[in-house]
């Protein structure tokens, strides 16, 4: 509720004074103790006729009913006099408070069928505030007649504080016995606000027993008419300031027209975060190591479902604060395309087709499946081209050419519209191409709207529509970067720049018209959501807070972690452990810190498992598991080198668990921010080396969230199994993998190259030499790497010689399990433009990729077991991006490739892939 900003001391004053002589209602509605004084209501019997009296001032019988929830009326008063008439014979405390509001509307009752009677509305007005005519316009209304259009107190009474009454006399309505009246503002005037002070209704042989303010029935609020007639209605009665209020994150209520206030920020890239305790999964990187999009969307299903009981719980106390709506800022879809970058570890990996499967499985998990009602709104972010570095994002103009845009940074965000339907996208904060992208009509309209169809609502990045104007400087001020943002179809900000809207609207930069546009869009998700219908219709409104943090959840975060880990390098099957093993040493910062599980973006966790306490938990009492943090994450310090060193020589193992944690990488201010080499902490790295001098067997285990150049590592560690940040069952899974109770499977969504020195300039956003699909150079572990504690073997590809244009593509492998134990295994098919050397040219200048991932799947073998697994390759996926960036046939041969990982000639004795070519034919004509 907002009151004029002089009006505060005022109501202050007068709160007190009416609670010291009590002759008043009052409720405190701020920390500041500003009130709302409630007007009162009293009936007197006059001979044969009965008075009811309403009054912001005089003595007070009682309140209305529904008082503080029917409207956005609000308590003006003074302390000074009102010149009245003599004839008035009304107090003056009467006139000393206005109720006021953009509607206010009253409904009495009659107590007796009134059939014939007549009745006379006294109705009482000073202007309070307002020092001028035509400031403050309104319509009067009793039982739907207009009966005094166009009012304007001042003008008509003669003056501020002088008292004006108006009378009229009726017939008691229709068989619904009632007499409405009603204050209407009028719009386009400098206070739209319709204002009275005091209403008397006499009942000639009847008694008008009731008094109460109503909320006025409107078409939106009828949950069987169409989403956008509704939308359409409601904002049709909103005012401009109104607008503007629901164009910020945090959206004031409207409660006259029962429109409560709604904060639209909430996170939940793995888990829902920062509303409390909540089941907390792999981080997003982790989750992209399952290449299991059947268990991502369980894991989006499980979050929605958390996110939903969050809010209804909140609801259901009163709560609109931050973090518990259901407009949820995940997927993070951006392409991880150099590994410096400190928030790589919230999105999917490099490949854009990976990225997007994970992106639409995600988006559909946390939307639901419901035909009318959204469980929660996904949003795709950062819309577009934005990959660090996070220091300069606020300032930073990637410049990619149309071939990249296309070919790598779009994709993603194209599949999260056109098959996940995803309802929100957040715009980024750099600019592209010389335009911020939050104010690019290219991104915001031509790409997202005008080409894919997309019909949802956009929300920038927190303090990108300020970077316009103020870091960007492509608009002078916030109210012109406003209007460039708005018109672009940025519709909703995560700062308070958009309240420059309204000197915006006033400059002419905006019209009034392009902002409903945006409000439409932000209340048809709110609909969308049933926020404006009855519970009971809602399905999703009966998902109890029992689900959060449920031991189902959190078995299905055990289930995830152990499926997103990466089994590196198993010299001599190190691996697994033997559960006999006597004495194991766990060394290392990571090993025993529960915060380093939950990456960054997360919930808070009611019981994080350890490594340590993972492995304790595994062993129980048939083990001594010691502990030893040796050194921190990074540093100089070697002070911790000694213990660590005694505890590995008493031990029959040495598990080191290393790696980096949110101070080493991470968001802008968050303390990690971008790296500057790819190296494992040095300190770390010295550790590492100390411990592999006692000769202990060790087993490393590295807890990330980006690619490590572990180059020392892979050639003197026997056993390398890389955990991401595995969420709140690391522990557990870990110790599962270690000791044999789970074959690993994971694989690797992103390139771990040997050194940064093999990469371009961490600011030049070219593709060129960046990700498997670019990078010519040897890496340490392809991207789609990892091992198996078994073996497999593939045959029997089966794929046609040639394809026509715009036909699909059935291809076909079997895959058997030849090792000794039970696995998972990651069935990956990739193309490849032929012959592959040398590489053929997209256009001259610009190299096909290397390879296309085209499909993956995971399938579960028992020993000996086989399985045939079966793609379909889409036209699409023939198709590549040209100069301008269209997508084109460009007809010849293909190389596709059927495996457990990339097809490489250095890993060929490991992958056991298959690989025919194929012929892709000519468009032709009138097809």
Request: aromatic share 10%; glycine share 10%; charged share 20%.
């Given at each position: 509720?907002?009151?004029?900003?002089?009006?505060?001391?005022?109501?202050?004053?007068?709160?007190?004074?009416?609670?010291?002589?009590?002759?008043?209602?009052?409720?405190?509605?701020?920390?500041?103790?500003?009130?709302?004084?409630v007007?009162?209501?009293?009936?007197?019997?006059?001979?044969?006729?009965?008075?009811?009296?309403?009054?912001?001032?005089?003595?007070?019988?009682?309140?209305?009913?529904?008082?503080?929830?029917?409207?956005?009326?609000?308590?003006?008063?003074?302390?000074?006099?009102?010149?009245?008439?003599?004839?008035?014979?009304?107090?003056?405390?009467?006139?000393?408070?206005?109720?006021?509001?953009?509607?206010?509307?009253?409904?009495?009752?009659?107590?007796?069928?009134p059939?014939?009677k007549?009745?006379?509305?006294?109705?009482?007005?000073?202007?309070?505030?307002?020092?001028?005519?035509?400031?403050?316009?309104?319509?009067?209304?009793?039982?739907?007649?207009?009966?005094?259009?166009?009012?304007?107190?001042?003008?008509?009474?003669?003056?501020?504080?002088?008292?004006l009454?108006?009378?009229?006399?009726?017939?008691?309505?229709?068989?619904?016995?009632?007499?409405?009246?009603?204050?209407?503002?009028?719009?386009?005037?400098?206070?739209?606000?319709?204002?009275?002070?005091?209403?008397?209704?006499?009942?000639?042989?009847?008694?008008?027993?009731?008094?109460?303010?109503?909320?006025?029935?409107?078409?939106?609020?009828?949950?069987?008419?169409?989403t956008?007639?509704?939308?359409?209605?409601?904002?049709?009665h909103?005012?401009?300031?109104?607008?503007?209020?629901?164009?910020?994150?945090?959206?004031?209520?409207?409660?006259r027209?029962?429109?409560?206030?709604?904060?639209?920020?909430?996170?939940?890239?793995?888990?829902?975060?920062?509303?409390?305790?909540?089941t907390?999964?792999?981080?997003?990187?982790?989750?992209a190591?399952?290449?299991?999009?059947?268990?991502?969307?369980?894991?989006?299903?499980?979050?929605?479902?958390?996110?939903?009981?969050k809010?209804?719980?909140?609801?259901?106390?009163?709560?609109?604060?931050?973090?518990?709506?259901?407009?949820?800022?995940?997927?993070?879809?951006?392409?991880?395309?150099?590994?410096?970058?400190?928030?790589?570890?919230?999105?999917?990996?490099?490949?854009?087709?990976?990225?997007?499967?994970?992106?639409?499985?995600?988006?559909?998990?946390?939307?639901?499946?419901?035909?009318?009602?959204?469980?929660?709104?996904?949003?795709?972010?950062?819309?577009?081209?934005?990959?660090?570095?996070?220091?300069?994002?606020?300032?930073?103009?990637?410049?990619?050419?149309?071939?990249?845009?296309?070919?790598?940074?779009?994709?993603?965000?194209?599949?999260?519209?056109?098959e996940?339907?995803?309802?929100?996208?957040?715009?980024?904060?750099?600019?592209?191409?010389?335009?911020?992208?939050?104010?690019?009509?290219?991104?915001?309209?031509?790409?997202?709207?005008?080409?894919?169809?997309?019909?949802?609502?956009?929300?920038?990045?927190?303090?990108?529509?300020?970077?316009?104007?103020?870091?960007?400087?492509?608009?002078?001020?916030?109210?012109?970067?406003?209007?460039?943002?708005?018109?672009?179809?940025?519709?909703?900000?995560?700062?308070?720049?958009?309240?420059?809207?309204?000197?915006?609207?006033?400059?002419?930069?905006?019209?009034?018209?392009?902002?409903?546009?945006?409000?439409?869009?932000?209340?048809?998700?709110?609909?969308?959501?049933?926020?404006?219908?009855?519970?009971?219709?809602?399905?999703?409104a009966?998902?109890?807070?029992?689900v959060?943090?449920?031991?189902?959840?959190?078995?299905?975060?055990?289930?995830?972690?152990?499926?997103?880990?990466?089994?590196?390098?198993?010299?001599?099957?190190?691996?697994?452990?033997?559960?006999?093993?006597?004495?194991?040493?766990?060394?290392g910062?990571?090993?025993?810190?529960?915060?380093?599980?939950?990456?960054?973006?997360?919930?808070?966790?009611?019981?994080?498992?350890?490594?340590?306490?993972?492995?304790?938990?595994?062993?129980?009492?048939?083990?001594?598991?010691?502990?030893?943090?040796?050194?921190?994450?990074?540093?100089?310090?070697?002070?911790?080198?000694?213990?660590a060193?005694?505890?590995?020589?008493?031990?029959d193992?040495?598990?080191?668990?290393?790696?980096?944690?949110?101070?080493?990488?991470?968001?802008?201010?968050?303390?990690?921010?971008?790296?500057?080499?790819?190296?494992?902490?040095?300190?770390?790295?010295?550790?590492?080396?100390?411990?592999?001098?006692?000769?202990?067997?060790?087993?490393?285990?590295?807890?990330?969230?980006?690619?490590?150049?572990?180059?020392?590592?892979?050639?003197?560690?026997?056993?390398?199994?890389?955990?991401?940040?595995?969420g709140?069952?690391?522990g557990?899974?870990?110790?599962?993998?270690?000791?044999?109770?789970?074959?690993?499977?994971?694989?690797?969504?992103?390139?771990?190259?040997?050194?940064?020195?093999?990469?371009?300039?961490f600011?030049?956003?070219?593709?060129?030499?960046?990700?498997?699909?670019?990078?010519?150079?040897?890496?340490l572990?392809?991207?789609?790497?990892?091992?198996?504690?078994?073996?497999?073997?593939?045959?029997?590809?089966?794929?046609?010689?040639?394809?026509?244009?715009?036909?699909?593509?059935?291809?076909?492998a079997?895959?058997?399990?030849i090792?000794?134990?039970?696995?998972?295994?990651?069935v990956?098919?990739?193309l490849?433009?032929?012959?592959?050397?040398?590489?053929?040219?997209?256009?001259?200048?610009?190299?096909?990729?290397?390879?296309?991932?085209?499909?993956?799947?995971?399938?579960?073998?028992?020993?000996g077991?086989?399985?045939?697994?079966?793609?379909?390759?889409?036209?699409?996926?023939?198709?590549?991006?040209?100069?301008?960036?269209?997508?084109?046939?460009?007809p010849?041969?293909?190389?596709?490739?059927?495996?457990?990982m990339?097809?490489?000639?250095?890993?060929a004795?490991?992958?056991?892939?298959?690989?025919?070519?194929?012929?892709?034919?000519?468009?032709?004509?009138?097809?």
């Amino acid at each position: 509720m907002y009151f004029r900003e002089d009006q505060v001391s005022r109501l202050r004053r007068t709160f007190l004074r009416d609670c010291a002589i009590g002759n008043r209602i009052a409720f405190a509605i701020s920390a500041a103790c500003t009130a709302l004084l409630v007007c009162g209501v009293r009936a007197e019997a006059q001979g044969q006729q009965a008075l009811i009296r309403i009054s912001c001032g005089g003595a007070a019988a009682g309140k209305f009913a529904a008082d503080t929830l029917a409207s956005d009326e609000h308590i003006y008063a003074v302390t000074e006099p009102i010149v009245r008439s003599a004839a008035d014979a009304a107090p003056e405390s009467v006139y000393q408070h206005e109720r006021y509001g953009t509607n206010i509307a009253y409904s009495f009752a009659a107590s007796a069928p009134p059939a014939g009677k007549s009745y006379t509305v006294r109705l009482h007005f000073a202007e309070l505030y307002d020092d001028g005519a035509g400031k403050r316009i309104q319509n009067v209304i009793i039982n739907g007649k207009t009966m005094l259009p166009n009012l304007d107190v001042f003008a008509e009474a003669g003056g501020k504080d002088k008292a004006l009454i108006k009378e009229f006399e009726g017939i008691v309505p229709g068989p619904d016995k009632t007499i409405e009246i009603e204050f209407a503002a009028v719009p386009g005037h400098d206070d739209a606000y319709a204002a009275i002070n005091g209403i008397e209704v006499l009942g000639n042989g009847f008694v008008p027993t009731a008094a109460s303010v109503r909320i006025k029935h409107y078409p939106f609020q009828d949950p069987s008419l169409p989403t956008a007639a509704r939308v359409e209605d409601l904002v049709s009665h909103l005012t401009l300031r109104e607008k503007v209020g629901q164009m910020r994150y945090t959206a004031p209520g409207i409660t006259r027209l029962g429109i409560p206030s709604y904060n639209w920020w909430n996170e939940a890239l793995h888990g829902v975060a920062r509303a409390g305790v909540a089941t907390v999964f792999p981080q997003a990187i982790g989750l992209a190591g399952t290449w299991d999009t059947a268990l991502h969307f369980q894991v989006a299903t499980a979050i929605s479902d958390e996110a939903r009981a969050k809010y209804n719980d909140a609801i259901a106390h009163d709560n609109h604060a931050i973090y518990y709506g259901l407009d949820f800022w995940s997927p993070n879809i951006n392409i991880f395309r150099d590994p410096r970058w400190g928030r790589g570890q919230e999105t999917y990996g490099e490949d854009p087709y990976l990225t997007g499967r994970f992106g639409v499985a995600f988006i559909q998990g946390m939307q639901g499946s419901d035909p009318k009602y959204l469980k929660v709104v996904a949003t795709a972010k950062h819309f577009a081209v934005h990959s660090g570095p996070e220091a300069l994002r606020h300032v930073f103009d990637a410049q990619p050419s149309a071939y990249d845009l296309n070919d790598t940074y779009l994709p993603a965000f194209e599949a999260a519209v056109k098959e996940g339907h995803v309802r929100s996208v957040m715009g980024s904060y750099n600019s592209v191409d010389g335009v911020p992208a939050c104010a690019s009509p290219f991104l915001l309209q031509q790409t997202l709207r005008d080409k894919w169809g997309f019909d949802g609502y956009v929300v920038s990045d927190c303090g990108a529509i300020s970077d316009i104007a103020y870091n960007h400087h492509y608009a002078k001020d916030a109210a012109e970067a406003s209007a460039d943002a708005v018109k672009a179809g940025c519709d909703l900000a995560c700062d308070d720049a958009y309240g420059a809207l309204m000197d915006a609207v006033n400059r002419k930069l905006i019209s009034e018209l392009e902002l409903d546009r945006a409000v439409k869009r932000l209340f048809t998700a709110r609909f969308q959501l049933g926020m404006f219908d009855p519970p009971a219709m809602v399905h999703y409104a009966s998902i109890p807070l029992s689900v959060n943090d449920s031991p189902t959840h959190r078995a299905l975060a055990g289930k995830v972690a152990r499926e997103s880990l990466v089994l590196l390098k198993n010299e001599h099957e190190v691996l697994p452990l033997s559960k006999s093993v006597r004495s194991v040493a766990v060394i290392g910062p990571n090993g025993n810190d529960s915060g380093v599980l939950l990456g960054n973006y997360n919930g808070d966790t009611s019981h994080g498992v350890t490594i340590l306490e993972g492995i304790q938990n595994k062993l129980g009492a048939s083990a001594t598991v010691s502990y030893a943090q040796g050194c921190d994450i990074k540093g100089g310090s070697k002070d911790g080198f000694a213990a660590a060193l005694a505890l590995a020589q008493k031990s029959d193992v040495v598990v080191a668990v290393l790696g980096l944690n949110q101070s080493a990488e991470g968001e802008e201010g968050s303390g990690g921010g971008d790296r500057t080499d790819l190296n494992l902490p040095g300190v770390q790295e010295d550790l590492l080396e100390a411990l592999a001098a006692t000769g202990k067997p060790i087993v490393l285990v590295l807890l990330n969230g980006s690619a490590l150049a572990i180059n020392w590592a892979d050639v003197h560690i026997p056993a390398i199994l890389e955990a991401w940040y595995p969420g709140e069952e690391g522990g557990a899974a870990i110790a599962d993998t270690l000791f044999g109770d789970f074959n690993p499977s994971g694989r690797l969504p992103l390139t771990f190259y040997r050194s940064a020195n093999d990469l371009p300039a961490f600011t030049d956003y070219a593709m060129k030499s960046r990700t498997y699909r670019y990078f010519g150079g040897n890496p340490l572990y392809p991207f789609g790497y990892g091992l198996s504690y078994t073996k497999f073997k593939y045959t029997h590809l089966s794929i046609p010689a040639t394809v026509q244009a715009g036909r699909s593509v059935s291809v076909q492998a079997t895959v058997t399990n030849i090792g000794l134990r039970a696995g998972d295994e990651v069935v990956q098919l990739y193309l490849r433009p032929a012959p592959s050397t040398p590489l053929r040219e997209v256009y001259p200048g610009q190299p096909m990729p290397r390879l296309c991932l085209a499909g993956f799947q995971r399938v579960q073998l028992a020993v000996g077991q086989s399985k045939t697994v079966k793609f379909s390759i889409s036209p699409q996926q023939w198709l590549l991006v040209n100069k301008q960036g269209a997508r084109s046939l460009q007809p010849g041969s293909w190389q596709v490739y059927v495996g457990g990982m990339q097809p490489s000639p250095l890993l060929a004795s490991q992958a056991g892939f298959l690989s025919q070519r194929i012929s892709v034919g000519s468009i032709k004509k009138g097809s």
